[in-house]
Nanobody
Framework: QVQLVESGGGVVQAGGSLRLSCAAS????????MAWFRQAPGKEREFLVK????????WYADSVKGRFTISRNNAENTVYLQMNSLKPEDTAVYYC???????????????????WGQGTQVTVSS
């Protein structure tokens, strides 16, 4: 299983931007679809976006479509999440996840991803 480490979280004012990174190690990065989830206090973990192993396809949740952009660099074993126009309701711990590229594309549940990072806190102040 690939190991994942997120970074880039912090405190930002509403309307601001942050860029999260997720560095992978211990596996062949291009063998994995990658995704970002988040979990706010007292809420279930929420799917945000998924990118295919090649970076060609991306699937966004409605809650972040048009504000967040996922990208990946397979040469650097890293996936990114650019977050713009942040809102207080975006406050959460953000997790990256890896799932096998052989799995069906339109799957985004927790169990579809076998590797998870430890999370990075994003706080958006009003």
């Amino acid at each position: 299983q690939v190991q994942l480490v997120e970074s880039g979280g912090g405190v930002v004012q509403a309307g601001g931007s942050l860029r999260l990174s997720c560095a992978a190690s211990g596996g062949t990065f291009s063998n994995y679809h990658m995704a970002w989830f988040r979990q706010a206090p007292g809420k279930e973990r929420e799917f945000l976006v998924k990118i295919s192993w090649s970076g060609v396809m991306a699937w966004y949740a409605d809650s972040v479509k048009g504000r967040f952009t996922i990208s990946r660099n397979n040469a650097e074993n890293t996936v990114y999440l650019q977050m713009n126009s942040l809102k207080p309701e975006d406050t959460a711990v953000y997790y990256c996840a890896a799932g096998p590229s052989t799995s069906p594309w339109r799957r985004n549940s927790f169990s579809d991803f076998g590797s998870w990072g430890q999370g990075t806190q994003v706080t958006v102040s009003s």
